[in-house]
């Protein structure tokens, strides 16, 4: 089979396109023939060396949706569309960025859908990360105000419909004012111009400051989306996208407002069913929901769209077509 193969840790030239062995199906195990996956930040991470335990030739890919080419268990039925998520997908094995990928039964879900495979492949890792950063770690409520740090990322454009659909205000940023008609169009009722800095021009709208930050950007923002919060007001970090994994010198009880809070969203395949992912989509499939895809890919183009995202020129999700 096909794969893209990141050869060491480096560069996004290292990701190959070379002619691998079909991998075998262990017991517990099934095979899937991918149609398209999803890109993630995490992988870029894990191909620059940054992910612990990596060990590199590596197959990446931390998610994935096609259909079932063998299960020996008998739970699904060849054919059968699935889709497949985290679970060290990618890291500890070989994950989606090529033709065909085996994974535990576990971390597989089935749905139904007549969505072009493109669109579902958008939709696993994505709809997973946002519905359990507002749901689970936010708590997010009707009538509430959220600040979406990093608004033009595919999570962050999702989230803003899901706030809005849920009855919250929400502002988003964007390091580009380019991107400011599509934040206005994707629902947000106000855009922040992000220099960094920009707690007080979030209290500028609310003067006590946001109930929720989703914290997309990571630890170069986090400080000041600390000081953009109301008494008892949350933030999630959920997102790297500043390419940061630590905050030097941070300081808990002079960085954390006296009673905020500070949480952290890093959810995987426990965190979704496989009933959530089939309303998901069939709401996406209905209209209600639009994915917001920036790009669509070939698997010989992974390592182009790895640069892509890397360069932060992305509105949207990326997704890889096979």
Known sequence: ?????????????????????????????????????G???????????????????????IECVGIIEKDP???????????????????????????????????????????????????PEMFQTTSGSLNEALEIREGESLLIRGGTSSIGMLSCQLAKAKGL?????????????????????????DDGQ????VKEIYPSGVNKVLELVGTTTLRDSLRSIAHKGVVCMTGILGNSWTIKDFSPMYDIPSMGKLTIYAGDAA???????????DEVEKGNINLNIDRVF?????????????????????????
């Open 271 to 281: 965190n979704l069913s496989k009933e959530l992912l089939q309303e998901f989509i």
């Open 39 to 61: 890109l993630n930040r995490s992988e870029l991470f894990t191909r620059r060396g940054d992910s612990p335990g990596v060990q590199f030739p590596r197959i990446q890919g």
């Open 73 to 123: 268990s008998g739970t699904f039925e060849k054919g059968q569309q699935v889709a497949a998520i985290m679970g060290e997908m990618g890291r500890s094995f070989d994950g989606g960025y090529a033709e065909f990928t085996t994974v535990p039964l576990k971390i597989v879900f089935p749905f139904k859908s007549k969505l072009s495979w493109e669109t579902i492949g958008a939709i």
């Open 298 to 322: 070939s698997l010989d183009e992974v390592a182009i769209a790895h640069q892509y995202m890397e360069d932060n020129r992305a509105k949207g999700k990326l997704v890889v077509k096979i």
């Open 169 to 193: 205000k929400v502002i988003s940023t964007t390091r580009n004012p380019e991107k400011r008609q599509a934040l206005l169009e994707n629902g947000t009722d106000h855009v922040v111009i």
């Open 1 to 37: 089979m096909k794969a893209a193969v990141t050869t060491r840790a480096g560069d996004p030239d290292v990701i190959k396109i070379q002619e691998v062995p079909m991998p075998v199906v262990h017991p517990g195990w099934v095979l899937i023939q991918i149609k398209a996956f």
């Open 198 to 201: 920009i707690a007080e021009k």
